[in-house]
C-alpha cells in the first residue's frame, strides 16, 4: 500500500495560507469588492440603531404627552419610521452581501478544486507511487468544502462583526469613554488567551483532516479492488481496518472540538462578563445622574453588539483554524512538481523521421532502486516495422513501455525520437505521437461511443465505427440495448475482459499515432476472439506499414511470431534479437520459451 502525503510541518502562519487564497479571490475583486461594500452598510445600519433608539427614548418618549398628545406625538412618529428605515437598509444590505458571499464562496471552491485536480492529472507516475488515491480525493472534497465555509460564510461573519465590533467600541469610548477605556484591556485579556487556544486548535484540526483522509484513502482501495476481497473473504478484515481508521479519525476530531469547546467557552463567558460589567457601570452611571436612560440603552445595545462580535468572532477563528489546515493541505499538493515537466524550449522530433532509439539505457524505479529494471539497453526501431518483446516477468518489458511514454526519465544513456532526445520534447507531444493498447483495458464510466473516441476526441461516428470493426468489436457494440450510445458503467462492468479489450483497441486504432504499444493486447481474449482480434491487427498494421512503429509485449509467442523482429529480454537486458525462424535455430532463451509453449 502507498503512503500517505501527509507532510510532518510545522503549521505556517494562517495569514501566509489566506495569502495563498489570495490568487483565487483576485479574478473576483469586484464581486468581493460589492460585498464588502454591503458589508459595511449593513455594519453602518447597526451602528445607527442604538443612536436612533436613543433619540427615540431622550427625545420623543421623554416629551410626550401621557395621551400621546403633544409635541411627543408626531415626533415619536418620526423615530420610527427612521428606525423601520435603518431596519429596511439592514436587511437588503445584509441579504446582498450574504448572497454575494456565498457566489463567491462556490466560484473560488470550484477554481480550487478545479486547479488542484488538473495540477494532480500532470503529475509524474512517482507521485502516485507514493500518494494514496484516497487522500488525493480526500483533498478535493472535504478540505475545498471547508475552504468554501471560510469564504462563503465564515469569512464574511468574521469581516461584518469585526467591522461591528469595532464601530461598537468606537460609539462606546466615544460615548462613555471612561468605562469603556477599562473594557477595552479587558478585551485584550479576552483576545490573547483565545489566540494561544486557537493555536492548538489548527494543529488538531489538521490532525483530524488528515486521519479522515487516511480513512478515505483505506476506503477507495478497498472498493477499487472488492472483487479480490470478497473472493478472499476478506470484508471483516477491511471492514476491521475501516473502522480502526475511523476510530482514529474519531479521536483526533474529538481532541479538536474538545479544544474548540474549551475556546467557545472561554470567550462566551469573558465577553459575558465584560457585558455585565459595562452595564453595571453604566446603571450606576444612571443612578448618579450622570448618564440619561437614552444613554443607558445607547451603551447597552453598543455592548451588546461588542460581546456578539467577540463571541462570533471567536466560533469564526476556530473555523478560520481549521480551514487553514486544509488550506495547507491544497497548498501542498499545488506545491508539487511534476518530476517529468516540460523544458522551457521542448524540441520537435523530425516528422520525417519517426525512428525511435534507445542508446546504453539504464533505468531503476524511484520506489525500488535494485535491482535496475534496464541495463545498457540499446534498440532502434524504424517506421513501419513491427518489433515484439518477449521474455519472463521482470525482464524490463513494461519498463521500456514506461520509459517511451516518459513517464520516468533514464538513468542513464539517453531515448531518441526523430532525432530528438525524449527529455527535451514536451511530454505531451511526445505522448500524443504513441497510442497504447494497455494489457488492463481502462473503460470509464461513458458510453462505448465515448470510450472508443477517448483516442480522438474530435473524431466522426463513421470514424468511431470504423475503428470498432477493424478491432472486431462493432458487432457485440452494435447487439447493446442503445448500441454505440449504451452506458459500459464504472470501469466498464458489463462488459467481459474480451469486449473491454477490444474497445482499447479500437480507441488505439483511432488514434493512428505513429508509434503503436501493445502490451498484450489480447491477453484477455478467448481463442475465437484472439484469432479475429490478431488478423483485425495485422491488417491494421499493414494499412500504415510506411509510417507506424509498433511495439509488442508479448507473453503468447504465437501472437508474434510474424514479427519482423523479435527481442528477447533477461533482466533488464537484451540477450537475443532476430526473426522467429532464427531464433529458435539459434537454440537460445527464445528457442526454450517456444518448447515450453508450443510443446503444450
Not at 328 to 333: A, F, G, K, Q, Y
Amino acid at each position: 500500500m502507498a503512503r500517505s502525503t501527509n507532510a510532518q510541518k510545522k503549521p505556517q502562519d494562517m495569514r501566509h495560507l489566506m495569502r495563498e487564497l489570495a490568487p483565487f479571490l483576485r479574478p473576483y475583486r469586484i464581486h468581493l469588492a460589492g460585498a464588502m461594500a454591503f458589508l459595511l452598510l449593513a455594519a453602518l445600519a447597526t451602528l445607527a440603531f442604538p443612536t436612533a433608539l436613543r433619540q427615540l427614548i431622550d427625545g420623543a418618549i421623554s416629551a410626550a404627552t401621557p395621551g400621546g398628545k403633544g409635541v411627543g406625538a408626531p415626533a415619536l412618529r418620526t423615530h420610527f419610521a427612521v428606525l423601520f428605515a435603518v431596519a429596511v437598509a439592514l436587511g437588503l444590505a445584509s441579504a446582498a452581501r450574504y448572497y454575494l458571499m456565498s457566489w463567491l464562496g462556490e466560484r473560488v471552491t470550484a477554481d480550487l478544486r478545479n486547479a488542484v485536480y488538473a495540477h494532480v492529472l500532470r503529475q509524474s507516475p512517482e507521485f502516485f507511487e507514493t500518494t494514496q488515491t484516497g487522500e488525493v480525493l480526500s483533498r478535493l472534497t472535504a478540505d475545498t468544502t471547508l475552504v468554501q465555509t471560510v469564504v462563503g460564510s465564515s469569512l464574511s461573519m468574521g469581516l461584518r462583526n469585526a467591522v461591528l465590533g469595532a464601530g461598537a467600541l468606537g460609539m462606546l469610548i466615544w460615548s462613555t469613554p471612561y468605562v469603556m477605556a477599562l473594557a477595552f484591556g479587558a478585551i485584550v485579556a479576552i483576545v490573547l488567551p483565545s489566540m494561544w487556544i486557537g493555536r492548538r486548535v489548527r494543529r488538531l484540526s489538521r490532525a483530524s483532516q488528515d486521519r479522515v483522509a487516511d480513512a478515505s484513502a483505506i476506503a477507495a482501495e478497498v472498493l477499487g479492488a472488492i472483487p479480490v476481497v470478497q473472493s478472499y473473504t476478506a470484508e471483516a478484515r477491511e471492514a476491521a481496518r475501516f473502522a480502526a481508521a475511523t476510530e482514529s479519525a474519531l479521536r483526533a476530531a474529538l481532541r479538536r472540538s474538545g479544544a474548540r469547546a474549551a475556546l467557545m467557552a472561554f470567550i462566551i463567558i469573558a465577553s459575558a462578563a465584560l457585558l455585565l460589567w459595562g452595564l453595571y457601570l453604566g446603571a450606576q452611571a444612571v443612578l448618579a445622574g450622570t448618564l440619561s436612560a437614552g444613554q443607558l440603552g445607547q451603551t447597552i445595545l453598543y455592548a451588546m453588539f461588542l460581546a456578539g462580535a467577540v463571541a462570533v468572532l471567536g466560533e469564526v477563528y476556530g473555523d478560520l483554524l481549521r480551514a487553514a489546515g486544509a488550506m495547507e493541505r491544497l497548498m501542498e499538493l499545488l506545491a508539487t512538481r511534476p518530476t517529468l515537466a516540460a523544458p522551457s524550449r521542448p524540441a520537435m522530433p523530425r516528422a520525417t523521421d519517426l525512428s525511435i532509439e534507445f542508446t546504453g539505457v539504464g533505468f531503476s524505479y524511484p520506489s525500488r532502486p535494485v535491482p535496475p529494471a534496464l541495463r545498457h539497453f540499446d534498440l532502434r526501431l524504424l517506421p513501419g516495422e513491427t518489433v515484439a518483446l518477449v521474455g519472463s516477468s521482470g525482464a524490463g518489458k513494461s519498463t521500456v513501455f514506461q520509459l517511451l511514454q516518459r513517464f520516468y526519465d533514464v538513468s542513464e544513456g539517453r531515448i531518441t525520437l526523430g532525432g530528438v532526445d525524449l527529455r527535451d520534447m514536451d511530454p505531451q507531444v511526445l505522448r500524443s505521437h504513441i497510442g497504447v493498447v494497455p494489457q488492463d483495458a481502462e473503460i470509464f464510466s461513458a458510453s462505448a461511443l465515448d470510450n472508443i473516441r477517448y483516442g480522438d476526441p474530435q473524431a466522426s461516428r463513421h470514424a468511431v465505427e470504423a475503428a470498432a470493426r477493424a478491432a472486431f468489436a462493432h458487432e457485440f457494440i452494435d447487439a447493446l440495448p442503445q448500441g454505440y450510445d449504451t452506458f459500459l458503467g464504472e470501469h466498464g462492468v458489463r462488459l467481459s475482459g474480451g469486449q473491454r479489450q477490444r474497445i482499447a483497441i479500437a480507441r488505439a486504432l483511432l488514434k493512428n499515432a505513429p508509434v503503436l504499444l501493445l502490451d498484450e493486447a489480447t491477453s484477455a481474449l478467448d481463442a475465437h476472439s484472439e484469432r479475429a482480434v490478431q488478423l483485425a491487427l495485422d491488417t491494421a498494421l499493414r494499412q500504415h506499414s510506411r509510417q507506424r512503429i509498433t511495439l509488442v509485449i508479448a507473453h503468447r509467442l504465437a501472437t508474434v511470431q510474424h514479427a519482423d523482429r523479435i527481442v528477447v529480454m533477461d533482466h533488464g537486458s537484451m540477450v537475443e534479437q532476430g526473426r522467429h525462424e532464427d531464433l529458435l535455430h539459434q537454440g537460445g532463451v527464445y528457442a526454450r520459451l517456444a518448447a515450453l509453449q508450443f510443446s503444450r
